[in-house]
């Protein structure tokens, strides 16, 4: 009889081994699925941001996975740098370079839901904030950096006005172009840099 109840039991704890736990659960949905999700993630990002220049991942900054949920669910904090192509650029993202910090680079901090199953990885929905690189630490690195100014600075709205206006006039174009966007502005001492976006 004694035998018998020790075989129960070592019956009873190998059925209890092989069911995975929720822990399990939540770790293969963050762990499994992370290369695919932030590609997903960084993807949609920019297929959804239709002003100013394309975003690349850089980091993976945080994730939680919502338990017992069908599909899986990964909520991922990730950072992103702002390249030098705009978006507009039909360029693929692998060859655009992410902006030095000596350029005033703009970082997103982004908070991404993904939906994960089998192997392929949907974006729910996200939220991220943008800030440029710290003007007071550009200046104490680098004084003769240039800072950004805001997209709706006047002064720098005329100079892009003028700009343009030169452009049609002296260039060879049989086509005359008109301001898509201001895409990005930044100053220096002596010079004022415009980052701009045409249609004919």
């Given at each position: ?60 900054d ?48 982004c ?34 950096c ?41 100053t ?9 976006s045409?249609?004919?």
């Amino acid at each position: 009889m004694r035998e018998l109840v020790i075989l129960a039991a070592l019956v009873s704890a190998l059925h209890a081994a092989s069911l995975p736990t929720d822990t399990d659960v939540v770790h293969k949905c963050q762990e499994d699925q992370d290369n695919i999700a932030t590609l997903e993630a960084e993807s949609f990002i920019n297929d959804h941001h239709h002003h100013g220049y394309k975003f690349k991942f850089v980091s993976l900054d945080s994730r939680s996975a919502e338990e017992k949920t069908d599909p899986c669910e990964v909520i991922l904090g990730i950072t992103l740098e702002e390249t030098e192509c705009h978006i507009v650029n039909p360029k693929p993202l692998d060859q655009c370079t992410t902006r030095k910090e000596s350029e005033t680079k703009v970082t997103a901090k982004c908070n991404v839901t993904i939906s994960s199953v089998e192997g392929k990885a949907a974006v729910k929905r996200y939220t991220c904030e943008t800030e440029p690189a710290s003007h007071e630490i550009l200046v104490t690195k680098c004084p003769d950096c240039p800072s950004l100014l805001p997209l709706h600075d006047l002064r720098a709205l005329e100079s892009v006005k003028t700009a343009l206006q030169k452009f049609n006039k002296e260039s060879n174009h049989k086509s005359y172009f008109k301001l898509m966007e201001v895409g990005r502005i930044s100053t220096q001492v002596i010079s004022l840099k415009l980052g701009l976006s045409l249609n004919i």
